[in-house]
């Protein structure tokens, strides 16, 4: 079956350390994006990318980097820049960045910093 | 700008109907609606596109007034399995869905 594969599933930083979260999706779709949701805040908008070895930053990238290398592939290190990293982060995929298309979510990675 | 949804939170017997209404103040051109259960990925309900088109499936169906920049989710003869956190999603045009805060629901029996 297709679908999005997040890792880990629960994670814990220590002060001052970068961590990758991984992101992998069999579904062939060319959008991918990752969102943080904060209790009460919705879904926010980290970074996204549309097409292979090209991504863009959302409303709330700071701190925060991203690669894709690959189609199946969108990987996000949470730096040590970024201050208040603990959140449940989600990673998406749409088939297209086309207006038809629904997103479909992983079932993501909660981030505790220890 | 993230789009406004009301109510906040809900509470409904089972049976019973409920709206949840999800407002913009930009111009729109889609509204995905999700359904979230706690601790789990968001789950896709349906797009409506431009034109004031109105979709559903089963007892849940949603309506899109691109003049007032506004959708309203309908949920019908609620079920237990209705229960989560209910997420508008907006699209200004090819850009990445903008998410409201989202709207709890909560089914009792």
């Known amino acids: 079956d297709g679908g999005i594969t997040q890792s880990p599933k629960y994670l814990f930083r220590k002060e001052g350390q970068n961590v990758t979260l991984s992101c992998e999706q069999n579904l062939n779709h060319d959008a991918m994006y990752w969102y943080r949701q904060d209790p009460g805040q919705g879904l926010r908008l980290i970074y996204y990318s549309q097409i292979v070895n090209d991504f863009q930053k959302g409303d709330i990238a700071e701190g925060y980097s991203v690669s894709r290398e690959k189609k199946e592939s969108f990987p996000l290190t949470v730096t040590s820049a970024q201050k208040n990293p603990t959140a449940f982060y989600l990673c998406?995929?749409?088939?297209?960045?086309?207006?038809?298309?629904?997103?479909?979510f992983g079932s993501g990675t909660r981030l505790t910093v220890v | 700008q993230q789009p406004v949804q009301s109510p906040q939170a809900v509470i409904l017997r089972e049976g019973e109907d409920a709206v949840i209404n999800c407002s913009s103040s930009?111009?729109?051109?889609?509204v995905h609606w999700y359904r979230q259960k706690h601790g789990e990925a968001p789950i896709f309900l349906m797009i409506?596109?431009?034109?004031?088109e109105q979709k559903g499936h089963d007892k849940i169906s949603a309506s899109f007034n691109e003049k007032k920049q506004q959708s309203s989710l309908y949920l019908t003869a609620s079920q237990l399995s209705y229960s989560g956190t209910y997420f508008c999603?907006?699209?200004?045009?090819?850009?990445?869905?903008?998410f409201g805060k989202g709207t709890r629901l909560s089914v009792i029996a």
């Open positions: 998406a995929t749409q088939r297209s960045s086309g207006l038809s298309y629904g997103y479909t």
């Open positions: 930009k111009a729109l051109y889609s």
């Open positions: 409506l596109l431009k034109g004031g």
């Open positions: 999603g907006t699209d200004s045009g090819n850009t990445p869905l903008v």
